[in-house]
């Protein structure tokens, strides 16, 4: 089931923000309500993209869009509430996207979700239920709704975004860590499928990861002025990486992992 939001102002591939590097590109934003969904739906609109977010809290999803239409000059950005744990739900916004827009250019899935523990013996596998849902299935249902839109893109791009800790867990972070770790494998099995149908020529289309420390935001600084938050990436500098994964080729990002932080 969705709910679209602003349905009456998707115009067919049009964009009133149409002269930047993403001039015209369908993209689809998964978890556009939160911080990093606000970010990226303001950048990529303000690079000219037209813009599809889905979250699961209509009012989050609602300010998103609008922030991001305002900010993109009348670019056209719509949202849907979007059940991402079902996947005939997330083939159907697919189908949509690309019904109402003649195609689709890039899949963002930024569905997170944090649980830990003081340390490992003290791991509650109530949390690796939660996670296994937000961070494994949501990607697997937006993969497989999306892989053969985006393949038939000239600039198809599914990006997820992970966490350091996939490649060097931390004893309180099991369930999380290995989530994230199941979620970029599981992106890099696509990746390969679009190595495959590429063929000699290589892949048109491509699945990436951006990896972080952790996400940081204005409303973050504001409640704790004395943190550092060292190595973590603000959500504007992850929106510019993320609209950066399509000013370099199908080739160079596909099946890789682009690092916003130090590798561990």
């Known amino acids: ?10 115009s067919k591939g049009k964009n ?23 970010a990226t739906l303001v950048r990529l609109a303000e690079a000219g993209a037209v813009v599809v977010g889905a979250d699961n809290n209509p009012e989050r999803l609602a300010e998103a869009v609008d922030a991001a239409r305002y900010a993109g000059g009348g670019a056209t950005v719509t949202g849907e509430t979007v059940d991402l744990l079902d996947l005939d739900s997330a083939r159907a916004w697919a189908d949509r996207i690309e019904k109402d827009h003649g195609r689709i250019d890039g899949l963002v899935h930024l569905v997170g979700g944090w649980r830990g523990s003081a340390n490992f013996a003290e791991t509650d596998l109530a949390d690796w239920d939660l996670l296994e849902k937000l961070l494994i299935r949501t990607v697997q249902h937006t993969s497989l709704a999306f892989y053969d839109g985006l393949q038939r893109s000239d600039r198809g791009r599914y990006v997820l975004i992970s966490a350091a800790g996939a490649s060097k867990p931390t004893a ?34 491509a699945a990436t990861i951006l990896v972080v420390k952790a996400l940081v935001h204005d409303a973050m600084r504001a409640e704790r002025p004395n943190a550092k938050f060292a190595g973590f990436t603000d959500v504007k500098d992850l929106a510019e990486a993320v609209e950066g994964v399509w000013t370099k080729s199908a080739a ?13």
């Open 252 to 264: 160079e990002v596909n099946g890789n992992r682009l690092w916003l932080t130090e590798k561990p």
């Open 1 to 10: 089931m969705s709910d679209r939001l602003n349905e009456n102002t998707a």
């Open 172 to 205: 309180g972070n099991a369930a999380y860590s290995a989530a994230k770790a199941a979620a970029e494998a599981w992106t890099l099995a696509m990746a390969d499928g679009f190595r495959k149908a590429g063929g000699e020529a290589g892949p048109k289309s």
């Open 16 to 38: 009133v923000a149409n002269n930047g590097s993403l001039s015209s590109a369908v993209i689809a934003v998964a978890g556009a309500g939160g911080p990093a969904g606000h």
